[in-house]
DNA sequence: ATTATCTATAGATCTATAGATAATGC
DNA sequence: ATTATCTATAGATCTATAGATAATGC
């Protein structure tokens, strides 16, 4: 176990690099301190010159996965408020949080959901903070749209106010990934198809709950055409 | 710390009676022998009289959970297949999934949630069981009054079967509850209104997710006569 | 006599540090 | 000379057990 030698920056992010698989598929109470050096590939002491305590490191490890991911938070930023908006924007934030969204690292990905449910069972720190600076962002531009949408009749108005329709509406996919997005065998539910193809039936679901018709749904929502647009030529 | 004599079956559910709220509250792995033997009001020693080790007691402690709940069900299993039953099944699961029934203790409704997503993080098989004994069995039963209301007319037929619509429509339950049934504070989530008072926005939003109209909706689902056919006087 | 219970402690493991060694850059 | 790294280990804590003590029921 001989790491070879770097400056203490590069170390730094070395380590991180290196430990954020095992964030990934365990749980920061599991992990010990000889399993963090071992996937680092450094001794137990080193991980000491570079954090304080186990408990700094994983918070180093909770700031890499709340750090940028600005590219396609970028994207949806640009939309007009407008039906099309919605629906582009509801896709992307329901396929994000049920499966990621290929932009940064999968292990990053999976880390994040993984911290974001088991900070809902501790002091729900990470999942406040993650929802406040990443999801909340989308959420209040998917309100402008629905706002729009609700305008131009597309959706009719109701009683549940445009923005708290759209933290229902991610709600199902957040469930639905909590419950199946950690790869599990058997499955926890077995929804008669795989977890990946739950992704478009889901985000109907979803435009129907926010109170759009199936006609129009029909008209905007083309999945396959999404999924071209993002590059994922089958 | 002397906890007087019981017989040994007796101890043995005190046990599980006395570390229940500690479970509850705390995940598996942070929880210590110690805790739990103060939690029982017995020494450690005697944990291990009654339990061969700390993992029999906290899969004790799921049997527990996982152990009967007939009194609500039974009233679920009897509903005939019909969009009243739909309506009615559907609120009766979702605040279930979002808050508890009422009908079993409330330390043990938030045992249960807390042991389905720390189950989720790990290897799913509290999850996995719960989800087919409890959960499973409702949805079937939905699934049935589902197809009749698709038969009535009363819900257009639609691409994604009606299970599936309904395991969709309970994500949405199960992912609120992850985000909001433990009282953080602050919340995770800001709904701009207590947790409690989203049980209904959420059951509309799954009842138009499901495919029913506004109209439908309106005339079907009337929150508060459930609430006082439930018992809950205000 | 049997069974419930406790005190005390062994043995393993986990976090963290002290002190020695080797590589780098001036 | 400074900085990165390791080996070895201290000290705390956690699970589990051995052996002693006290209450119960025949």
Redesign the pocket.
Known sequence: ????????DE?RNAILEGVLPLLAREGADR????QLAEAA??????L??HF????HLIQALHEVCLGTDESSHALIRELEANTVSLVLGLHWLVKKTMIGDGHQGEVKQRAIRRLILSSCLEDGAFAREFIANKTAVVIEQLTRALEAAIESGDVPPMDEPPRLRLWLAIHGAFGAAALSSEPLVPPIINYGMPYQELLSPAVRFALRGLGMSDASIHRYYNPTALQMLEGGAP
């Open positions: 176990m001989n790491a070879g030698r770097l400056s203490s170390r992990i010990t301190t000889r590939g450094v001794s137990e002491a080193l000491y010159r304080p305590s186990k408990e």
